[in-house]
């Protein structure tokens, strides 16, 4: 509405500017074309009036051009010398005089003609200078003041006209933006409903992925320490007994590379089992789990000192946040190991107010977010967060480590 409105105002009070200024402007040039022309035409009207002195006859003709004309203020007759002989003035009330005055001369023209000569015979066109002509003589002055009252109060109506379409116009213009903005309103509502809805599907399919994802990782886990593993055990237990039942030679040390290798196998497959369903976490809770992941990286003497902060009771949280908050750690941790080139990194967990509120820091190189913005590892560590409603911030620059903060609500 805003967008559609301002633009509405400020063309009409432009317009309104410019109709006003230019009815000032039609009174200015009017006043300035009539004052000098009444001024003439009086002066050459009262000429027989001053040489007979006939000043009421006069004054009578002025007063009835004041009657006539209401632009005119006041009317002033002078003689030669400027001293006042006749004057009048407006009576109308409210009549205000204009700055300045126009004032024309009365001229006493007098035309004379020789028709014989000096020496009594007919005068001819080329005799000598003199012999006929013209003389003018400045009788006194006539002195006109203009009022724009008038002016003004005629041209204020047809302003007042204008305004008035104007407004019209305006209003018009306006219920016309109100309909558009309510429709323009009420389409990107239903755009950004569809854009929430949307997003909140993509939420849930996230969740659910990540949630068939943990599943599926967990029957596997469980297929390896249940399969797996009770084979390699089984296969262990007969390696031993052919061991044990045989004497010194090749296959007593063949049984006892059997049990070596199983009992590699067997570990790799707890390691395995770690790593796709961590045990700890159904253990220890989410706290616990983050404090064995600290505590290994910690040992693993990469260069690097990794510290733990936990606050709050995590033991009631729901299965699905802490596993998302602990995949989160993981892959930031995996980061500081394998990019950051850190000597201390922090990880900081926070239960309070009902949020989930994590932070993992450290000393680093950092990185450029927009290059890296796009990483898997970013991109997966957002949609754990955003499937949960949570919110993440990335602060990080080039030698100036990086900090993660993320919130994530919790029921």
Same mark, same amino acid.
């Given at each position: 509405?805003?967008?559609? @409105?301002?633009?509405?105002?400020?063309?009409?009070?432009?317009?309104?500017?410019?109709? /006003?200024?230019?009815?000032?402007? %039609?009174?200015?040039?009017?006043?300035?074309?009539?004052?000098?022309?009444? @001024?003439?035409?009086?002066?050459?009207?009262?000429?027989?009036? #001053?040489?007979?002195?006939? /000043?009421?006859?006069?004054?009578?003709?002025?007063?009835?051009?004041?009657?006539?004309?209401?632009?005119?203020?006041?009317?002033?007759?002078?003689?030669?010398?400027?001293?006042?002989?006749?004057?009048?003035?407006?009576?109308?009330?409210?009549? %205000?005089?204009?700055?300045?005055?126009?004032?024309?001369?009365?001229?006493?023209?007098?035309?004379?003609? &020789?028709?014989?000569?000096?020496?009594?015979?007919?005068?001819?066109?080329?005799?000598?200078?003199?012999?006929?002509?013209?003389?003018?003589?400045?009788?006194?002055?006539?002195?006109?003041?203009?009022? $724009?009252?008038? #002016?003004?109060?005629?041209?204020?109506?047809?302003?007042?006209?204008?305004?008035?379409?104007?407004?019209?116009?305006?209003?018009?213009?306006?219920?016309?933006?109100?309909?558009?903005?309510?429709?323009?309103? @009420?389409?990107?509502?239903?755009?950004?409903?569809?854009?929430?809805?949307?997003?909140?599907?993509?939420?849930?399919?996230?969740?659910?992925?990540?949630?068939?994802?943990?599943?599926?990782?967990?029957?596997?886990?469980?297929?390896?320490?249940?399969?797996?593993?009770?084979?390699?055990?089984?296969?262990?237990?007969?390696?031993?007994?052919?061991?044990?039942?045989? #004497?010194?030679? %090749?296959?007593?040390?063949?049984?006892?590379?059997?049990?070596? #290798?199983?009992?590699?196998?067997?570990?790799?497959?707890?390691?395995?089992?770690?790593?796709?369903? $961590?045990?700890?976490?159904?253990?220890?809770?989410?706290?616990?789990?983050?404090?064995?992941?600290?505590?290994?990286?910690?040992?693993?003497?990469?260069?690097?000192?990794?510290?733990?902060?936990?606050?709050?009771?995590?033991?009631?949280?729901?299965?699905?946040? &802490?596993?998302? @908050?602990?995949?989160?750690?993981?892959?930031?941790?995996?980061?500081?190991?394998?990019?950051?080139?850190?000597?201390?990194?922090?990880?900081?967990?926070?239960?309070?107010?009902?949020?989930?509120?994590?932070?993992?820091?450290?000393?680093?190189?950092?990185?450029?977010?927009?290059?890296?913005?796009?990483?898997?590892?970013?991109?997966?560590?957002?949609?754990?967060?955003?499937?949960?409603?949570?919110?993440?911030?990335?602060?990080?620059?080039?030698?100036?480590?990086?900090?993660?903060?993320?919130?994530? $609500?919790?029921?």
């Amino acid at each position: 509405m805003a967008m559609t @409105a301002l633009p509405l105002a400020y063309l009409f009070c432009t317009f309104v500017w410019y109709a /006003y200024q230019s009815r000032l402007s %039609e009174v200015r040039e009017e006043m300035a074309e009539r004052g000098p022309l009444v @001024a003439k035409v009086l002066a050459d009207s009262s000429e027989f009036s #001053l040489v007979s002195r006939r /000043y009421d006859d006069l004054k009578l003709t002025i007063n009835g051009l004041l009657r006539a004309d209401p632009s005119i203020y006041r009317i002033e007759v002078l003689d030669a010398q400027r001293r006042e002989l006749v004057h009048a003035a407006a009576r109308t009330g409210g009549v %205000e005089p204009q700055l300045g005055y126009y004032e024309a001369p009365v001229l006493k023209r007098l035309m004379w003609v &020789a028709m014989l000569g000096p020496d009594g015979k007919p005068y001819r066109k080329d005799g000598p200078s003199g012999a006929s002509g013209m003389t003018v003589e400045t009788m006194g002055y006539v002195r006109v003041t203009m009022s $724009p009252s008038a #002016l003004l109060l005629k041209q204020t109506r047809r302003f007042y006209v204008e305004l008035l379409v104007g407004s019209i116009g305006l209003l018009a213009c306006m219920l016309l933006a109100w309909q558009l903005a309510k429709g323009l309103n @009420a389409s990107l509502y239903a755009s950004m409903q569809a854009l929430r809805e949307a997003d909140a599907e993509k939420r849930r399919l996230i969740r659910k992925v990540n949630t068939a994802v943990e599943d599926e990782r967990q029957s596997i886990a469980l297929e390896i320490h249940d399969e797996l593993n009770a084979t390699l055990i089984a296969a262990r237990l007969e390696a031993q007994r052919i061991a044990d039942l045989s #004497l010194e030679g %090749e296959v007593r040390d063949k049984a006892q590379s059997i049990i070596k #290798l199983t009992l590699g196998l067997y570990n790799s497959g707890r390691q395995l089992v770690r790593r796709l369903r $961590p045990e700890v976490l159904d253990m220890l809770g989410l706290d616990g789990a983050v404090e064995e992941m600290v505590r290994h990286y910690d040992s693993v003497r990469s260069g690097c000192r990794f510290d733990l902060q936990a606050k709050g009771d995590f033991s009631k949280m729901e299965s699905g946040i &802490a596993i998302s @908050a602990y995949r989160i750690v993981q892959e930031a941790l995996s980061n500081v190991v394998k990019h950051a080139r850190a000597t201390h990194a922090e990880v900081t967990l926070a239960l309070e107010e009902g949020e989930l509120r994590m932070r993992i820091r450290d000393n680093g190189s950092g990185f450029d977010l927009a290059q890296a913005s796009s990483g898997i590892g970013l991109v997966g560590m957002r949609e754990r967060v955003y499937a949960f409603n949570g919110r993440i911030t990335v602060d990080t620059g080039l030698a100036a480590g990086t900090c993660i903060h993320i919130v994530m $609500p919790i029921r």
